[in-house]
């Protein structure tokens, strides 16, 4: 069983940064493909960015291009999630998610916990 801690989460003001973190542990698959998602109150969780192993390839949600940025540390088991520029519209919980397979928007088998971003005007 695999699993995902995600850390970083908290209150920043728009136009702010945080970093979010998710540590893997436990029997991690091999080569797992990475990612981020997130759900805002009322609504369905979102795709917002997800990564290879190699982290050659990465996709990203149009409304975080060029703002968020997503990245691993195979060694350390880690991926993070850089987000600059933040809004209100990003307040969310945001998951950490997992798969044996190659990436993709979707389709992603293990999850984290969340981690609480608001985003203050």
């Known amino acids: 069983q695999v699993q995902l801690v995600e850390s970083g989460g908290g209150l920043v003001q728009a136009g702010g940064s945080l970093r979010l973190s998710c540590a893997a542990s436990?029997?991690?698959?091999?080569?797992?493909?990475m990612a981020w998602f997130r759900q805002a109150p009322g609504k369905e969780r979102d795709f917002v960015a997800a990564v290879n192993w190699s982290g050659g390839t990465t996709y990203y949600a149009d409304s975080v291009k060029g703002r968020f940025t997503i990245s691993r540390d195979n060694v350390k088991k880690m991926v993070y999630l850089q987000m600059n520029s933040l809004n209100p519209e990003d307040t969310a919980v945001y998951y950490c998610a997992a798969k044996n397979a190659p990436v993709s928007v979707g389709g992603y088998d293990y999850w984290g916990q969340g981690t609480q971003v608001t985003v203050s005007s």
């Open positions: 436990g029997r991690t698959v091999s080569r797992p493909a």
